[in-house]
């Protein structure tokens, strides 16, 4: 893998790390400390909401094939309710994803093109579902995972957002194992006991070594 992303690095001027890990793990934490250690954080699941807010690029797509009851008094995606359907129903999620996958993915190879051209040297390319699509690893120089215990992700998420342990593993279930991402690691940071003054110390460590 390190030769592979080596040759692809040395045709531009930026290296693309892939930070992925399941939900909860703490990979856009991890990401937005290496921003704070000079990398570009571009991040995938900020571009998605904004596809899905009031007046967003997917909104027309996702009334016509899901209904005036999936989009909100505002205009944006009702988030509660299309969580509850696409993480019961695989079909369903698959619809989905076709409709914000390529907005996403076009606003992504626009942020790191606009990254790129500022002169960052670091691009951190926050992606939750990296492994879950072959459309990344050609794309990106290395990748790095965020991994905890399941338990750990299921009480950050709780913690954090409300949702109940079930809803948690509902979305879990509709993710890669620990063991399949970690595989396609080129580094992982185990995010368990750790402050986050620790995971700060990281970043920036992985930030120095990749030269941001
Ligand atoms: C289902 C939706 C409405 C739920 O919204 P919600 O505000 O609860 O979650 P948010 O978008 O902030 O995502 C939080 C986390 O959920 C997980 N997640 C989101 N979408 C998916 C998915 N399609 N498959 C697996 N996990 C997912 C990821 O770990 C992500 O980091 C939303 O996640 C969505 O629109 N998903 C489809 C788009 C997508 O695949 N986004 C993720 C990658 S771009
Ligand atoms: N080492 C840590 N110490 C304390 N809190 C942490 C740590 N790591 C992450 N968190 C907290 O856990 C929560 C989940 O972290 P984060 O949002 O970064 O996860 P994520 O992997 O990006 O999840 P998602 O897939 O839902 O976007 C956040 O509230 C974050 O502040």
Redesign the pocket.
Known sequence: MATAHTASSQKRHSFHLGVT??????????AALLARHGAAHVDA?ALSRATTAAGGSAIAAIRAQFGDDFIDAGGALDRERMRALVFAEPLARNRLQAIIHPLVGEAIARATAQAEHSGKRLIALDL?LLTESSHWPARLDAVLV?DCQESTQIE??R??SGLQPQAVEAIMAAQSSRAVRCMAADWVVY?DG???QQ?EALAAQVATSLGA
């Open positions: 890990g399941g939900i909860g793990s703490g990979k856009s934490t991890f699941d939750p965020v950050r998420v913690v954090r995010n750790l402050s986050l995971l």
